[in-house]
């Protein structure tokens, strides 16, 4: 990064060509994580390579066919990231495909570097993608967990989506995960994890949402972000929360992380000044404007 490093990304700072978001290692001034949103007009294709990452093909908005190795692979996808979950395809690194979309359509690439090549191309199915309602009250927030851990393998890519309604604070309490940490039994208790936070706001192109994050005396680091639909937000250390969404206009984010840990893992570290919050909640229901759209069926 530059002396004075960005990690609010508007939308179009990053893009390039059919790619609205390309956020590389090299872009971010970082090591591991990454995601590109490719965007397709209706009858178009594109061609991906992996490189030294590998990476989900997860439509935001339409479907598409991806052709690799001589194999195509259909994915429905939805009609926007407040829908439903979707299916996804993963791409090991040192692969080249082919994503087309008869309609059109938006898809985001996230991605992680990798030095594992072996495996291929694997599908995963939208029913087999765990919806998971997290926290209560004006925290609550739906959370689709796509690659994680128990989820879906890969070697270091982790990935998921947060929906919160609107008026509603998610990413809260404010977590970190920059430090690999065991607590006094050995037993790991924080990873260290770069992330990206990618933004879709509902009802409307005047929506809007904020992100925090904030460090430490030692690591410093100083976001409070408006955010709005394509805007990306880099977090590469420090305490990351509320991710706020404004009262009429809910709130999506993807979640990228990967970090330089031999064992894939996302464990979160509350900044205890608020860690308190998460007691709240065992009084207060859920938020019943969740789930969002078709999971509710």
């Keep these: 990064m530059t002396d004075t490093p960005t990690y609010h990304l508007p939308?179009?700072?990053?893009?390039?060509?059919?790619f609205e978001v390309n956020v590389t290692p090299q872009v971010a001034g970082w090591e591991h994580s990454g995601l590109r949103v490719l965007h397709l007009a209706a009858g178009a294709e594109q061609?991906?390579?992996t490189g030294d990452s590998e990476?989900?093909?997860?439509?935001?908005?339409?479907?598409?066919?991806?052709?690799?190795?001589?194999?195509s692979f259909h994915l429905e996808g939805r009609t926007g990231v407040f829908a439903s979950a979707t299916d996804f395809l993963y791409l090991p690194?040192?692969?080249?495909?082919?994503v087309r979309s008869a309609a059109g359509g938006r898809f985001a690439l996230p991605s992680a570097r990798t030095a594992r090549t072996d495996g291929g191309a694997r599908y995963g199915p939208r029913e087999n993608v765990p919806v998971e309602l997290r926290g209560a009250g004006a925290c609550s927030r739906q959370v689709n967990?796509?690659?994680?851990?128990?989820?879906?393998?890969?070697?270091?890519?982790?990935?998921c989506e947060v929906l919160t309604p609107a008026g509603n604070w998610s990413s809260?309490?404010?977590?970190?995960?920059?430090?690999?940490?065991?607590?006094?039994?050995?037993?790991?208790?924080?990873?260290?994890?770069?992330?990206?936070?990618?933004?879709?706001i509902g009802g409307g192109e005047q929506g809007f949402g904020y992100q925090r994050v904030y460090g430490e005396a030692d690591r410093p680091i100083d976001v409070l972000a408006e955010v709005r639909s394509g805007d990306t937000v880099l977090i590469p250390y420090g305490w990351h929360g509320p991710s706020i969404a404004a009262p009429g206009h809910d709130l999506y984010y993807l979640?990228?992380?990967?970090?330089?840990?031999?064992?894939?893992?996302?464990?979160?570290?509350?900044?205890p000044a608020h860690a308190w919050v998460r007691s709240a909640w065992e009084s207060q229901e859920v938020d019943d404007r969740l789930p969002f759209g078709e999971e509710a069926r």
């Design 11 to 18: 939308k179009g700072t990053t893009a390039d060509g059919p």
């Design 47 to 49: 061609p991906v390579s």
């Design 55 to 71: 990476l989900l093909v997860l439509p935001l908005e339409g479907g598409c066919t991806v052709t690799v190795d001589g194999q």
């Design 93 to 98: 690194s040192r692969t080249t495909a082919v």
């Design 145 to 159: 967990n796509y690659c994680l851990p128990g989820t879906f393998d890969a070697d270091q890519l982790l990935v």
């Design 172 to 200: 809260y309490p404010p977590h970190k995960h920059d430090t690999a940490r065991t607590g006094a039994d050995g037993t790991p208790v924080e990873s260290e994890l770069e992330e990206i936070y990618y933004f879709q």
């Design 255 to 271: 979640n990228v992380m990967a970090g330089p840990g031999s064992e894939r893992a996302w464990l979160i570290c509350d900044d």
